[in-house]
């Protein structure tokens, strides 16, 4: 018998206030599973129609899986949560797109009929886990030139970027950077991110106990001024600051994703429904270009031109990986359908959290704009990659 | 000496405090943390620098006027657990004692009379002040992981008196205040769990561990905001709150006999609490803690307490812990009531094979099912899962040979008490297991030495004396015998301990501690009722020191053949001091018992058999008499070297015989009487070790 697809919808998604990462950040003596632990019964209390037993899985992502990252996060974060004992979890990871991965595995798994309901989210504390901890690349990368030795710095790919695309200077950048910034302290004045944001009690030895209630990392105020005169760590006289990048964060994101006839059945709200997604790699010296090409074979699979996206989220990770993708697609830099809040250059970008992040704002967008039907989330992925997922709004 | 020298090493709980931007536009609360900086193995408390800073963060936190609320919590897992008890051995005088309490009642109080309301967050253990401070505020929440709420100060031997007793009545009813002031601490200490608090009323709301504080706080913004409205169930300040005094002064007399001042002072303030203002309440807890800080009482019931809390877990004299050899198999030999129980603790707490041996199938049969019993009983309970009832029953198992105990690292032996049955049963042991093979007796009064002496490696042989119920009681009395080393000593002190008991070394002497001070007693007491004293009489003698249960009671409970046989043992070594109760043996003989019957009024034929003395004692005489034989016998057996120090006894007597806090033991009582030093020339412990200085 012929199986039949069935559709999958965001239902809701929220995440902690995101903090710088380092020994004075909001989480620096915060573990990353209780991050995880506080998103899933949070999405639990603000979903209660939703019985813990009917979640069939908790797909967690985390780039460095060791520690408080470890221990197969989506499970043990699962059993701290305080969820039946039958309801299993995973980690996952796909660095950058770990939480969008999560998303879309368990949406594959909800359209096979796997699975009815499912959290997945993603976490990254930077501070605990700095980038590249533990890592032990293979020597053959190197000798037999497979990759470039800058494919594993971020920032050097993105200065990479830079060299392809000249037309993409360091004041294009840094302009893009500002208006982020200008971006995310519009949307805080208006109360957008604190509608999807749990309070997250920290606790520091020195200070005690207090509450992250706000993200840490936006830099409201910042010009041109102010980031012409930073440093460019990456290279002498090169093109990427601490500005106009996303900075080294730690956070957390879930969301809950379901078959869209359960939750129905269930009473949940569908809040945008997932049309297709797609992955592709491209050479790990330019990763920040992941997005063009992934979005390219998604809109080309459905038949769909840039014309009908009506939003967009991309991930920041640097001001000149979306400029990339803006040029490539004839996006007028101050489009206002891309990153309508502004994004991870000033919120930040907890590496595997992040995608989850970028879906609970553009179902944001979708109340706010009742007229589009298409939507984007797309972001670039270490190693060469990008992800980009397909959102239709329901109505 | 200032208090605060008196509290030089003070482990200073700090007041960290933080503003906290609180959901729903409720505005800012600052954030108490209660932290000593040290983990949750070292809980936090209040000494006088602590409460100082406490104190001075209220002072900067009342100067403020951007302030919605103001918050307590605590570290990881710790509230606050009350007083630091460390300096109070050191107060010497009335006025240092009032000052310490007057501090505490002058910090906490602020709490309860900000302009702004205050919440406490009981995120973990609290106990004494830890609870005060939370019942100072105007709201709280408790988390539901909680183990531990407790007003353990009358265990202790003083008053909940930084607000406790004015407070709780207040807040939650006489009835219930009184269960966890009075009650609770004289049943074992018992401590509350998170959800019982919040039942009681303690807590206004419960929230769960995993994200206790965030709910809080946020339950606290919506009762700022007024969407919450914190309803608590009025509080009977009628005929029910003298009745529910007038009942539990009952428990307490009854139990007490006015032995220990502290539940009875408890009692008057919580009396008292129904028609007291707040200043007067107050001050009468401060007079209450001044007048008990400066009691025997409570110096005894410290002292007891660190006996308990630290002198139980490093046992005097015990070898290094590195000789222990692993047990990984038991033998139990006998399959009666001792040693099914033995079984089950051994299972239960090694998780290791315990076999039982008999001879007779049928008592072997009885022994296992005892066992797989009792494990029923606990799955019944919750207190295991299936798969751990299914484990213990598959590791214990019976047999009818000794060869089941080949490859056994432990035996045990819990035969009929007599030397002959006792060397055989080790004689055929010996012959199957190994030679490291640990042999332990559980014999109660006879010579471990001499059981061992026939074996070929006596010195693997080990007194291991638990006391009855075992599961229950937390002593063990661990014998070296004279032959024994200090591997076998040094495993046996583990098994013990991985038994979850607490271990006390002994010499190998007639009826090692517990039963030999209890026999001393009963025996002095039985000799009075054989000289006529009415059995009556005698037994209220005793009622002034508040132990467990009077004499006779306790000859029932240990069962008149068992005395009369430790008894003979004692009798035997020491004749002028354990004299031979010809009437105890026919009190045997009859098969009684006991002289009570079952309902506990005396039986006319025990009575009978006691009766023909001629010289009764009044219950003043017959007191002394049994103090005066304690005092002796106690100086006999640290002269002999039964036990390392007075120390020893005073733990053996807290654990194995349930002899209270207030009497230190005994040997704080005897010397604080004057007994000691009258009847054997000197205290047992210097003074201010366990009383007044």
Redesign the interface.
């Known amino acids: 018998m012929p199986r039949i697809a069935r559709d999958v919808v965001f239902v809701d998604g929220v995440r902690t206030p995101f903090g710088k990462a380092g020994p004075k950040g909001l989480y620096a003596e915060t573990r990353a599973d209780d991050l995880v632990?506080?998103v899933i019964?949070e999405l639990r209390r603000r979903n209660p129609a939703l019985p813990a037993e009917r979640i069939d899985e908790v797909a967690i992502a985390a780039t460095t899986q060791i520690g408080d990252q470890g221990l197969t996060i989506g499970r043990s974060a699962a059993v701290?949560?305080?969820l039946p004992k039958s309801v299993p979890g995973y980690a996952i990871d796909r660095m950058c797109a770990g939480a969008m991965t999560a998303v879309t595995t368990v949406a594959g798994g909800i359209a096979f009929g796997a699975y009815d309901v499912a959290i997945a989210g993603g976490v990254e504390h930077m501070g605990r886990h700095p980038m590249g901890e533990g890592v032990d690349p293979n020597p053959r990368f190197l000798a037999e030139k497979l990759v470039d030795g800058s494919a594993l710095i971020m920032g050097m790919t993105a200065e990479n970027l830079h060299d392809r695309y000249p037309q993409i200077t360091k004041e294009r950048a840094d302009a893009y950077a500002v208006r982020s910034q200008q971006k995310v302290a519009e949307a805080y004045e208006a109360g957008r991110f604190q509608q999807d944001l749990?309070?997250?009690?920290i606790?520091?030895?020195?200070?005690?106990?207090?509450?992250a209630?706000?993200d840490e990392p936006p830099r409201p105020g910042t010009t041109m001024e102010n980031l012409a005169a930073l440093k460019t760590p990456f290279r002498p006289h090169g093109h990427v600051t601490a500005g106009n990048a996303a900075g080294l964060n730690d956070g957390a994101t879930g969301c809950i994703v379901a078959a869209e006839e359960v939750a129905a059945e269930l009473g949940l709200t569908a809040r945008m429904r997932l049309v297709d997604y797609s992955f592709a790699g491209v050479e790990p010296e330019v990763m920040g270009v992941g997005p063009v090409p992934a979005t390219e074979k998604l809109l080309a699979r459905n038949s769909l031109t840039m014309d009908d996206i009506g939003l967009i989220e991309i991930n920041e990770a640097f001001a000149v990986q979306v400029l990339a993708f803006l040029d490539h697609f004839k996006i007028a830099e101050d489009d206002p359908r891309v990153n309508p809040w502004g994004g991870a250059i000033a919120i930040g970008h907890p590496l595997a959290s992040s995608g989850v992040r970028l879906m609970t704002q553009l179902a944001r967008h979708f109340e706010e704009h009742p007229d589009v039907r298409y939507g984007l989330t797309t972001m670039c992925v270490g190693m060469g990659m990008g992800g980009t997922v397909l959102w239709e709004a329901v109505r | 000496m200032s208090v605060a020298d008196i509290f030089s090493d003070e482990v200073v709980t700090h007041t960290?405090?933080?503003?906290?931007?609180l959901?729903y536009g409720a505005g800012t609360m600052a954030?108490?943390?209660l932290?000593n900086?040290f983990d949750h193995t070292k809980p936090s408390t209040f000494g006088p620098g602590g409460l100082t800073e406490l104190n001075a963060a209220l002072d900067a936190i009342a100067a403020r006027d951007d302030l919605a609320a103001v918050g307590v919590?605590g570290k990881?897992f710790i509230f606050a657990v009350g007083a630091d008890l460390n300096g109070v051995p050191l107060i010497t005088g009335r006025e240092q004692a009032l000052e310490i309490a007057r501090l505490g009642h002058d910090v906490f109080r602020r709490l309860g009379e900000l302009t702004v309301p205050s919440f406490a967050f009981v995120n973990g253990a609290a106990m004494g002040g830890g609870v005060e401070v939370a019942l100072h505020c105007a709201y709280r929440t408790i988390s539901s992981g909680v183990p531990a709420v407790a007003l353990p100060e009358c265990f202790l031997g003083l008053v909940p008196g930084w607000g406790g007793t004015y407070l709780l009545p207040r807040l939650i009813g006489a009835e219930k205040a009184l269960q966890v002031i009075i009650d609770n601490p004289l049943n074992q200490n018992k401590m509350l769990r998170g959800p019982q608090a919040h039942d009681l009323g303690i807590a206004d709301a419960m929230f769960?561990p995993?994200?206790f504080?965030?709910e809080s706080?946020?339950w606290a913004a919506r009762v700022l905001t007024g969407e919450v409205t914190v309803e608590r169930a009025p509080v009977d300040t009628g005929a029910a709150w003298d009745e529910a005094i007038a009942q539990a002064r009952w428990r307490v007399e009854g139990k007490l006999h006015g032995a220990a001042p502290a539940p009875l002072r408890a009692l008057d303030l919580v009396a008292a609490a129904k028609d007291r203002t707040r200043d007067e309440g107050f001050a009468a807890e401060n007079e209450a803690l001044a007048d008990l800080i400066m009691s025997d009482e409570l110096r005894s019931g410290l002292y007891a307490f660190d006996l308990v809390q630290k002198r139980a877990r490093r046992p005097a004299g015990a070898p290094d812990k590195a000789l222990a050899r692993p047990v990984t198999k038991v033998g139990v030999v006998g399959a009666g009531l001792m040693a099914s129980q033995l079984g089950l603790l051994f299972a239960r707490r090694l998780g290791v094979p315990v076999v039982l041996t008999d001879l007779d199938q049928e008592r072997l049969d009885k022994g296992v099912a005892y066992v797989h019993a009792e494990v029923d009983k606990l799955l019944g309970k919750g207190r295991v899962s299936p798969d751990e009832a299914a484990r213990l029953k598959g590791l214990v198992t019976g047999s009818l040979t000794k060869d089941a105990f080949a490859d056994a690292d432990f035996v045990i032996e819990a035969v009929f008490e007599e030397m002959g049955v006792k060397q055989q049963v080790f004689a055929e042991v010996e012959a199957v297991v190994s030679p490291e093979c640990l042999l332990a007796t559980n014999t109660s009064s006879l010579s471990v030495s001499e059981m061992a002496a026939k074996l070929r490696h006596p010195e693997r042989v080990v007194g291991f004396h638990f006391f009855n119920p075992v599961a229950v009681l937390p002593l063990l009395e661990i014998v070296r015998g004279e032959h024994t080393d200090d591997a076998t000593l040094a495993t046996a002190f583990a098994t013990g301990k991985a038994l979850k008991k607490s271990c006390v070394l002994v010499k190998d002497a007639p009826a090692f501690v517990v039963n030999r001070v209890l026999l001393r007693m009963l025996a002095e007491i039985v000799q009075t009722v054989e000289e006529g004293t009415p059995i009556d009489v005698a037994e209220r003698a005793a009622a002034p020191l508040g132990l467990p249960m009077p004499p006779f009671v306790l000859m029932g409970l240990v069962g008149p053949a068992i005395a009369l046989h430790v008894n003979e043992t004692l009798h035997e070594a020491f004749p002028d001091r354990f004299p031979l109760s010809g009437k105890l043996a026919k009190l045997v003989a009859a098969g009684k018992p006991g002289v009570y019957r079952p309902d506990f009024t005396l039986d006319p034929e025990a009575v009978e058999i006691f009766a023909g003395g001629t010289s009764p004692s009044t219950e003043e005489q017959v007191l002394t008499r049994a103090l005066d034989a304690l005092a002796q016998e106690i100086r006999i057996m640290l002269d002999e070297g039964v036990v390392a120090a007075p120390q020893d006894i005073d733990l053996c007597m807290i654990l194995g015989a349930g002899w209270p806090f207030h009497l230190g033991g005994v040997t704080p009582y005897l010397d604080r009487t004057g007994v000691a030093e009258r009847v054997t020339g000197s205290r047992f412990l210097d003074r201010g070790v366990a009383s007044l200085p």
């Open positions: 632990v506080r019964r701290l949560a305080g749990v309070p997250m009690a606790r520091s030895a020195e200070k005690g106990y207090g509450l209630t706000r | 960290r405090v933080r503003d906290v931007e959901p954030l108490i943390t932290d900086g919590t990881p769960e995993a994200d504080l965030e706080l946020r």
